[in-house]
């Protein structure tokens, strides 16, 4: 039984051995184990620190190399902030001007370590006294950031002493995500009231946040790291530069590719719906999917306009054209049509039996199928390797009915 037993891990024998090992996989970090208790270590302590090695290495997804001398909880990495995403969250209170940051909610203490990074005095505040006890250790070598123990719901902001706050409100309870911004803890209206005694206000929000909920002075933005949607952030004051309105940020985990930031500057009030785009009454030679971020955004009337396209079907973010720019933005999947037929198994067999696919990619939007079940309904793998490339099956309704458009991915 793994334990996350930080007091363990954080104990000066504890401590020795994390020194001694890297971050281990769970097989290697089992294999740790059962040596370590062979050589008569406790079993408590032993397991609180493969704990944190195997945390280390499940981190660096998110952390990179700054995991291997963190410390961590099941939970808290869960929920921290990949670091070039809080990288974005620093230099956004930076550019607005702010010397000192309270970070509300801190967690492990990412954000806080990306802004204390880049120079700005931080005061981390969380009120999990294990998470914060994994805050201090993270934030050990930043002499200009502190990690106090406090309850955010009944802090006067005034008393901190900062020009700016990032905040975290807590969106879960035992029985999973809240939906209600007014249920998390603080509730969004009290933590948006903050922006009055700052110079710049950021809010963590779930990403699926209704349009209705968001405030009308506040810029949206939503994130994606490498096609997936990461997180929504609410930004007042001087941290709202574009002011008022939508932004979608496309990240890469590749070295060296840039974000992408999108905005649509005739969206003065994140509150409204995004435009609507009539669909096309053919299927072009092409089809593109937006990112993730970009969709929630509500930014696909600008991406059709950018790609010469249109929406498949009504408020279907499958965007189809008979042309493609080069080189394709980064913001946007593209697929080739080959083919199409109408989205049911026998058709759909029939079309791939003619094409004869090495593997079959299937992917949905608007329609409830489960793409594993007519995997199994369509797809048959040849038995000698004659067929085509690798395909996809976009499955969707379109203004011509339901349809399953087979396509070969580009880029």
Not at 8 to 23: C, D, H, N, T, V
Not at 165 to 185: H, L, M, T, V
Not at 329 to 350: F, M, N, S, T, W
Not at 362 to 382: E, M, N, T, W
Request: proline share 6%; aromatic share 6%; glycine share 8%.
């Amino acid at each position: 039984m793994m334990t996350e037993r930080l007091d363990l891990a954080l104990s000066e024998q504890g401590w020795k051995i994390l020194q001694r090992f890297g971050p281990l996989p769970a097989e290697d970090a089992t294999n740790l184990a059962e040596r370590m208790r062979a050589k008569g270590l406790d079993p408590d302590l032993v397991s609180a620190v493969v704990t944190q090695l195997q945390l280390r290495w499940e981190a660096q997804e998110k952390l990179g190399s700054f995991a291997d001398s963190m410390i961590f909880t099941r939970s808290g990495l869960e929920q921290a902030t990949r670091l070039q995403v809080a990288a974005l969250h620093a230099k956004r209170f930076r550019d607005a001007g702010a010397i000192s940051v309270a970070d509300l909610g801190c967690g492990i203490g990412v954000d806080s370590m990306a802004m204390a990074g880049i120079g700005l005095q931080v005061t981390a505040i969380d009120h999990d006294e294990t998470t914060l006890a994994a805050a201090k250790v993270n934030l050990r070598f930043f002499p200009n950031a502190t990690a106090t123990m406090n309850d955010v719901t009944s802090l006067d902001v005034d008393k901190l002493g900062v020009d700016a706050i990032f905040a975290d409100p807590q969106r879960r309870n035992a029985y999973g995500r809240i939906k209600d911004p007014e249920q998390w803890s603080p509730p969004l209206s009290t933590v948006t009231g903050w922006k009055d005694h700052v110079k710049a206000l950021g809010v963590k929000v779930s990403p699926a946040i209704d349009y209705d909920d968001i405030p009308d002075d506040a810029h949206a933005v939503w994130t994606s790291v490498d096609g997936e949607l990461v997180e929504a952030c609410l930004w007042f004051g001087a941290a709202a530069s574009q002011g008022a309105g939508r932004s979608a940020v496309v990240l890469s985990s590749k070295e060296g590719v840039a974000p992408i930031i999108l905005h649509e500057k005739t969206c003065t009030n994140p509150r409204e719906a995004a435009d609507t785009v009539k669909p096309v009454d053919t299927l072009g030679n092409y089809v593109c999917e937006p990112d993730a971020a970009v969709i929630r955004a509500g930014l696909i009337p600008k991406i059709c306009d950018e790609l010469g396209g249109a929406p498949v079907g009504n408020n279907i973010a499958y965007i189809t054209t008979s042309t493609l720019p080069s080189p394709l933005p980064g913001y946007v999947k593209a697929y080739e049509v080959i083919d199409h037929c109408q989205l049911k198994p026998k058709p759909i067999r029939q079309m791939l039996l003619h094409l004869s696919p090495l593997e079959i990619e299937i992917k949905k939007r608007g329609v409830d199928i489960s793409p594993s079940q007519l995997r199994r309904q369509v797809f048959r793998k040849p038995k000698k390797r004659s067929g085509s490339e690798p395909l996809v099956l976009l499955c969707t309704p379109t203004v011509f009915g339901r349809r399953a458009i087979v396509a070969r991915r580009l880029g």
